[in-house]
């Protein structure tokens, strides 16, 4: 027997063992958790132009000593649908032999599948490259919408008030009265655009479709996020004050805290806490991710400023496939 369910945020129709009622997987479509009802009678008929999808059952992260369903087995012999096309494939699988999909581990968040792991830097820039070429719309995109809607709601409102101060159109203390909520709202947007930016570029660094809405995902970890940025925020401004120095080390060791809250749904401290599990045997790669970074940055705004709407994606994604590898998981280009 099996359960058919409709994924409560894509709608994609969904189907699984009825031993999996109750347990909770990423949604192969668009990446939420869902949880598998209990048998309840037929399921109602999928979107037009949209076949099933069977909902992968959880396992465990696949290492390297995991098989590609190509002559290596499964030490125990189990297997799981493809959650492509269906077809029983080896639980360790990371491509189907039937349909050819690259195959996404399916884990969730906190049971165990979080395994800082020390990575060098061209493991994290030669995948990024080649999954910033083939998605380098999408990319730009998303980039190009998270700093714009912030700049254009709040920034340019900023901006003609100054210019009527400027021209004794109306009085400072408007100014001042008006600025303070644009810039709290400023800030508050660019946070949640920033979490679905991260949201976006993980589910591409995973091979998993990704569409400009993802863009406006990021509510649901707006409070973890303001509660870990708030600390992170006075920790860096307190290391500038002690020469700079100490918040370089900062910026070093709670860089992926945002991350986590998005991909391991951490609160605000736990996330933190996690952020300094992950970089403690990173630091020196992520020094020298942070130079690279800094450098195709540099390299965009000499072309004319043209190159930072490409530059500024390539280096979202470096820091999500960065992510994944130093927390022990894996991206769709290895």
């Known amino acids: ?16 063992s009825d031993d999996k009622a109750g347990a909770r997987a990423k949604c192969p479509g668009c990446s939420e958790y869902v949880t598998v009802p209990a048998a309840a009678g037929p399921a109602r ?10 909902a992968p059952p ?17 030490s125990d012999g189990e297997r799981k649908p493809c959650p492509m096309c269906g077809e029983s494939i080896l639980a360790l699988a990371t491509k189907c032999r039937y349909c050819g999909e690259v195959l996404t581990d399916v884990v969730e968040a906190g049971e165990g599948e979080f395994d800082p ?40 409102p900023i901006l003609i008030l100054a210019i009527l101060v400027d021209e004794r159109a109306i009085p400072e203390e408007l100014f001042f009265v008006t600025m303070v909520p644009l810039v709290l709202v400023g ?41 870990a940025s708030l600390v992170f ?5 307190f290391g500038l004050a002690m020469c700079y120095i100490p918040g370089i080390f900062v910026l070093l060791i709670f860089w992926p805290f945002l991350h986590l809250i998005v991909d391991e749904q951490a609160g605000a401290m736990e996330s ?43 280096v979202s994604l470096m820091f999500a496939v960065a992510y994944l590898k130093m927390s022990g998981q894996r991206t769709v280009k290895g």
């Open 187 to 227: 800030m508050v947007l660019g946070l949640f655009l920033t979490l679905g930016q991260t949201r976006a570029f993980l589910q591409m660094a995973r091979g998993q479709p990704v569409q400009i809405s993802d863009l406006f995902k990021g509510g649901r970890y707006m409070l973890p996020a303001l509660g």
């Open 58 to 74: 959880r396992s465990a992260p696949v290492r390297s000593g995991a098989s590609s369903e190509g002559g290596a087995s499964s």
């Open 117 to 156: 792991t020390p990575v060098a830097v061209g493991e994290i820039f030669n995948p990024s490259w080649e999954i910033f070429k083939d998605n380098i719309g999408m990319g730009v995109g998303i980039s190009l919408l998270a700093g714009l809607l912030p700049a254009l709601l709040c920034g340019l």
């Open 45 to 54: 008929e999928p979107m037009a132009a949209e076949p099933p999808v069977v």
């Open 1 to 16: 027997m099996s359960i058919q369910f409709h994924c409560p945020s894509c709608d994609k129709l969904l189907t699984t």
């Open 272 to 314: 933190l806490s996690k952020a300094r599990a992950m970089t403690t045997g990173n630091l020196g790669t992520t020094f020298i991710l942070g130079l690279i970074a800094y450098g195709v940055i540099l390299v965009g705004e000499m072309a004319c400023f043209v190159g930072v709407l490409f530059a500024l994606p390539l």
């Open 233 to 237: 925020g006075l920790m860096y401004l």
